[in-house]
């Protein structure tokens, strides 16, 4: 790195400024060392000449040898002196060469990138391996550039001072961004050290690069924010204590919004929660505690009394933070408030138990005007039976002993009032068994409806010998419902069936059952008139018809009777029909139904019975 006479020089340099006093002084020494031998040799050799003779000739001649013998001696010491501390100088400046090449190996080979830059300009000197290396620039590249060359920051914030430090100081300057020659960007670690490069100021440096180390704590700094960010804007209180809960380490701002404190007040003593707690709910605070200490976790609801005397619930959720090794370091503690919701509770409760009042009062209402109405009913037929019975008992009179004062036209007009007699009759009948529907009590069992399907469609063909009906159905149809109202229900289907397929030559009439999720589901379905309907809401309202009376007779009430029949046994009905095809309804009898039994299929074509049918729609 630096030249031999480099190396001289500044030795030379160095030793007239650190030493000078040091030579100056041994020069003194060793003068006065030599003044003080020579008088001493005059004085001494003067006296012995003397005693040994005192004649002129004699002392002549001694002056003379003695001179030349003191020459002599001293040539000789200072030789000696000459010799020994050249040896030493040449062996300090071989020790300083190899010195030299050591640093110059160690400088060059060093793993960590290294350089010398000139203390003034910055300019780079010196470049190692490692150096060339890690930055991608050659050596000749790196001595035209500057030290801000291959800084990826500001220089201005950067730049190191101008005045270089003293020899011995070692200065761990701030992490660096550099730029290498491809254009990554990396984090250094500078390490620098002030020296004299051939009579200048310079700067050796070694960068250390901290790449993963800066990115990580960036890293660290941004969950730390984040986490700090997530808990300034939770409304619920965050704090950490330590293990035995006499030190608060870290306490949310949330604090102070849910107990009307600072949250100081709280880091500087951590019995304050446990003080703000409503002296009724201490006791399951403290349980929760011991619970805590136990499992490890623990929860609890108690109310806190703020400085300004208000009341407020919270929701206290406890942990025990563990390390490694099992040991409790920390507690963490959540707190919610959670008044609003208490308040909510009291408030729903409250309003609850007004509605279960007010529906109470209104079902009992409601049941007293049913039973009122049921009564009306009853009144009503009993009232309009006797009259009824009265007109058709005198029509037929008529009919009997005045056929002949009646005449033709008498006779087809007292026919006409005793059939309006006869269906009035059977409307009030009507009305009072969908009255009773509501009332009546069911018995709910397993029940085979195709005996009771054969019992009716016995009954229809007795009442019309002449028409040719198919029927196709199970030998067995098990359904769990009451008996009473399933024939009910099933009459009126079936005789809509049979009463709207009666201008088919050949009527059909097919009923069977699906097992769906919502239970077992039975189908009668007709080929007869069908009919069309705008709005099917009108499907199951009283009076209904969807032909003419002249056309279809009925009283409108049967499809009301079987909606309320499916809906007391918790199943639904609906109706398909098409104009001039057929029809099809379909029902469930409740949820939980399931097909028990429904194998082989019969068919009933003219089977004769006894009981007759209802025929209405």
Known sequence: MRTAAATKATTGRNARSPYRGRALRLAIGIGAIYAAAGIAWIIASDALVSRISTEPAWLAAAQRFKGIFFVLATSAGLVALVRSGYVRLLAAIEDVQSRELQVQDLFLRHPQPMWVIDAESQAFLKVNEAAVRRYGYAEAEFLRMRLDDIRATDPEATRRPARPQPPEAIADIAVERHRKRLGEKIHVRVMSNALTLEGRPAVMAMAIDVTQEVLSRH???????????????????????????????????????VYGRRAEEFERDASLWLEAIHPEDRDAATASRNVLKAAGHSSCEYRIIRPDGSVRWVADRKKLIVDADGFVTMVGVIVEDITAAKERDVARATTQAELQAMVAERTAALQRANDELDAFARTAAHDLRAPLNAIAGFSQILQIKHRDALGDDGSRMVMQIERSAMQMAELVNDLLGLSRLTTAEMSIADVDLAPLVREIVGDLRQQQPERRVDIDMPDVLVLRCDAGLARSLLANVIGNAWKFSGKRELARIRIGADATPG?????????????????????????????????????????????????RHGGRIRIESTPGHGTIVRFTLAPPNRLLAASGTSRLDREPHDRPGANRR
Do not use: M
Request: aromatic share 10%; charged share 25%.
């Open 519 to 567: 239970g077992t589901e039975v189908s009668i379905e007709d080929n007869g008139s069908g009919f069309s309907v705008d709005d099917p809401s009108r499907l199951f309202k009283p009076f209904e018809r969807f032909h003419p009376a002249s056309e279809f007779g009925g009283t409108g009430i049967g499809l009301v009777t079987c909606r309320r029949i499916v809906e």
């Open 219 to 257: 890293a660290l700094e941004r969950q730390e924010a984040q986490f700090r960010q997530l808990h300034q804007s939770l409304g619920e209180v965050l704090w950490l204590a330590s293990a035995d809960e006499r030190e608060i380490i870290y306490v949310s701002p949330a604090f102070e919004g």
